[in-house]
């Protein structure tokens, strides 16, 4: 009896040994998961041949950027190449709180200088990711294999994908496990044709972003031009415009609470 009472305590012992660093790893594992989130902004700062300079839009960071860190999120920036992220400079409205608040802060600024390159980001590191606008995204977020690789990888292991405006530039070519695009047969809000038009681009970009979105199988929901316009389908959080980026931070606050908390 006294042998087995010993061997039993031997057993015990290394299960003990064994199983508390694994259980103690997953967990540091999830909490280091649950509160981060990744913001992706565009490298490119030109509009075509034009010659005019273009780059990410100011509030369709700060108004995701702001609801995450209140909800207690720790918030990366990236983009394509990483490095220099050009700030398109018709956004830099002074007038609005939060965008205040991010241009006065030298540390934020300075990050936008040195943003995470794609080809760097460990997807199991974010619940969230967001693409902001800015018509730069037109031409180099599709083109993005890490960028379609990680927002892939982020949302097929039950995180959120965000964009808004021409951030879901972002959103055409990404394809799930199965191989099906990620937009098809989801319902999304993004720049529209009409928006284009108004704005003198539709010859420009190179291509709509409403009909591409559409081509891939995405059920397109739009407003009238400039309107505040902001889908939910399932975990994806999308938004038309500018006048969107407030709506898509709540939602997208919102929906993390749900799933994660």
Avoid at 54 to 69: A, N, Q
Wanted: proline share 4%.
């Amino acid at each position: 009896m006294r042998n087995l009472m010993m061997k039993q305590l031997v057993v015990w012992s290394l299960v003990f040994c064994l199983g508390v660093p694994l259980l103690a790893k997953q967990a540091e594992k999830g909490k280091s998961r649950m509160k981060n989130a990744l913001i992706v902004v565009t490298n490119h700062d030109t509009q075509g041949s034009t010659g005019k300079k273009t780059g990410w839009f100011l509030s369709e960071v700060t108004h995701v950027y702001y609801p995450l860190i209140e909800a207690g999120y720790q918030v990366d920036f990236a983009s394509p190449r990483g490095g220099l992220a050009p700030l398109d400079e018709i956004s830099r409205d002074a007038t609005d709180p939060e965008n205040k608040m991010f241009l006065e802060d030298p540390e934020l600024m300075k990050r936008m200088g040195s943003t995470l390159s794609m080809t760097s980001v460990d997807p199991k590191k974010y619940r969230i990711v967001h693409f902001a606008g800015g018509h730069g995204t037109m031409w180099d977020f599709h083109t993005s294999e890490p960028l379609a690789r990680v927002a892939a990888a982020i949302y097929e292991a039950g995180g959120i994908v965000s964009a808004v405006c021409h951030g879901p530039a972002a959103l055409v070519n990404i394809k799930l496990k199965d191989g099906s695009y990620l937009v098809k047969g989801r319902t999304v809000s993004a720049f529209t044709n009409g928006e284009e038009r108004e704005v003198g681009l539709d010859q420009v970009v190179p291509f709509l972003l409403q009909s591409k979105l559409e081509a891939r199988g995405a059920v397109f929901e739009g407003a009238g031009n400039w309107q505040d316009q902001t889908s939910v389908s399932e975990r994806l959080v999308t938004g038309q415009n500018p006048q969107s980026a407030r709506s898509v931070g709540k939602k997208v606050v919102e929906l993390a609470r749900r799933l994660f908390e």
